[in-house]
């Protein structure tokens, strides 16, 4: 079944510890990218990959890092968690630049 | 600063009857739109797009019309039906190679029976 997969699901933290939130799609697909989403916010964009080694910036970057080292695989990184980082985290993947994006189920994070 | 508005937080219509969504834009660099669905505790599913050199396009019961010179794009859902109830998000593409995708705040839509 082609499906993007996240894990954990659920995970609560405490502040600077850090975290990885991974991401993993079967589908083949060159671009990557994760958002979170907050109430009355909408969903924003955190990073993209558009290939394996290739990353950039999205909108709210600020206290992420991720790498882009196989293609399947797009981990989401908090090096010092804090609680404005509380949120639900989406991976989506797509096989181009203005195909349709496939979303993985999310992940809930709260930061204490 | 905002670059993709959906100014309705909700709408609540009678199931048969027609939906409209709309959403609005300032980035006149946008060049792709999408519209997509999301259930509680699911992730966002793709629903239409439509390209900027077009001004309809449409699938099944539901059409996106998109107006460049009012930067403004609309979804119609026609019959509506109490499963199409959900969270739908507007979002655009900016032209060029980047794959920057920026998101509105999403209309609930709710479908009653």
């Known amino acids: 079944e082609a499906q993007v997969t996240q894990n954990p699901r659920y995970l609560i933290t405490v502040t600077g510890k850090k975290l990885t939130v991974t991401c993993s799609q079967n589908?083949?697909?060159?671009?990557m990218s994760w958002y979170r989403q907050d109430p009355g916010l909408g969903l924003r964009q955190i990073y993209y990959?558009?290939?394996?080694?290739?990353?950039d910036k999205g909108d709210v970057p600020e206290g992420y890092k991720v790498s882009r080292k196989e293609k399947r695989n797009f981990p989401l990184i908090l090096e010092s968690p804090s609680p404005n980082q509380t949120s639900l985290y989406f991976c989506?993947?797509?096989?181009?630049?203005?195909?349709?994006?496939?979303f993985g189920p999310g992940t809930r994070l709260l930061v204490l | 600063d905002q670059q993709v508005k959906q100014n309705s937080p909700s709408l609540s219509v009678q199931e048969g009857r027609i939906s409209i969504l709309n959403c609005d834009y300032t980035?006149?660099?946008?060049?792709?739109f999408l519209w997509y669905k999301k259930y509680p505790a699911e992730g966002p599913t793709f629903l239409i797009s439509?390209?900027?050199?077009?001004d309809k396009n449409e699938d099944g019961r539901f059409t996106v019309f998109l107006n460049k010179s009012a930067k403004h794009l609309s979804l119609h859902i026609v019959p509506s039906q109490p499963g199409d109830s959900a969270v739908y998000f507007c979002?655009?593409?900016?032209?060029?190679?980047?794959?920057?995708?920026?998101f509105g705040k999403g209309t609930l839509l709710t479908v009653n029976p």
């Open positions: 979002a655009a593409f900016s032209g060029g190679s980047n794959y920057k995708l920026t």
């Open positions: 439509i390209s900027s050199i077009k």
């Open positions: 989506a993947s797509s096989t181009g630049l203005r195909e349709t994006q496939y």
């Open positions: 589908m083949n697909h060159e671009y």
């Open positions: 990959s558009m290939n394996v080694e290739v990353t």
């Open positions: 980035n006149s660099m946008f060049d792709y």
